[in-house]
């Protein structure tokens, strides 16, 4: 399968909110609310921010939630900081126990 | 707290075979009910799934790597390892090692990761 499709790059300034999407199909995003959400800073592991479309680990802010809609997945940042630039990757159960990852969004913070 | 670290050769000549292995503390792969998989990432790229296993039980690779790739466990040492067989430049990649909620995939521990370099 090929990856989700996520923006390349998106930008915000601080304080406003900003909204990521990742497209899937119909046998991937829009099949199973098994959706998550990794946050990437360069040299860094990622680190899970949302699961299971729209729910937190613990220790992750609010500002960070998650949404669906069909084959469309969805990050929303809002209260945007100048330490939430980074890369951010949606993934999602892909059938038959496989999983897929979209191709990555760099966030910059003007 | 779960910690995974990833270990291995951080060269490999292309045609070999690239192992890493993956040693996992604060939780035990004896009776796990998580799968334990791999993940890498390609130089200036995206993440990739590469495969998971769950302890005892079943292994589920990625279909693009399946004819030259195993994940196995060694519960003795609490570890699992990657092989990925006939590698090539294209295999150049930081290879993540990591938790996965069983049943909702979806990582909640990683390794800091390993670059293997290919050449």
């Known amino acids: 399968q090929s990856a989700l499709t996520q923006p390349v790059s998106m930008s915000g300034s601080p304080g406003q909110s900003i909204t990521i999407s990742c497209i899937g199909t119909s046998t991937n995003v829009g099949n199973y609310d098994l959706v998550s959400w990794y946050q990437q800073f360069p040299g860094k592991a990622p680190k899970l921010i949302i699961y299971?479309?729209?729910k937190r680990p613990s220790g992750v802010s609010s500002r960070f939630s998650g949404s669906k809609s069909g084959n469309t997945a969805s990050l929303t940042i809002s209260g945007l900081q100048a330490g939430d630039e980074a890369d951010y990757y949606c993934?999602?159960?892909?059938?038959?126990?496989?999983?897929?990852f979209g191709g990555g969004t760099e966030l910059t913070v003007l | 707290q779960v910690q995974l670290q990833e270990s291995g050769p951080g060269l490999v000549r292309p045609s070999q075979t690239l192992s890493l292995t993956c040693t996992v503390s604060?939780?035990?792969?004896?009776?796990?009910?998580?799968?334990w998989g791999w993940i890498r990432q390609h130089p200036g790229k995206g993440l990739e799934w590469i495969g998971y296993?769950?302890?005892?039980?079943?292994?589920h690779y990625n279909t693009s790597l399946e004819s030259r790739v195993s994940i196995a466990v060694d519960t003795s040492k609490n570890q699992f390892s990657l092989s990925l067989r006939s590698v090539t430049a294209a295999d150049t990649a930081v290879y993540y090692c990591?938790?996965?909620?069983?049943?909702?995939?979806?990582?909640?521990?990683w390794g800091p990761g390993t670059l293997v370099i290919v050449s």
């Open positions: 299971e479309v729209n």
């Open positions: 990591a938790r996965d909620v069983t049943g909702m995939y979806y990582f909640d521990f």
């Open positions: 604060g939780d035990s792969l004896s009776g796990s009910t998580f799968f």
């Open positions: 296993t769950y302890p005892g039980g079943t292994t």
């Open positions: 993934c999602s159960c892909a059938g038959g126990a496989a999983v897929i």
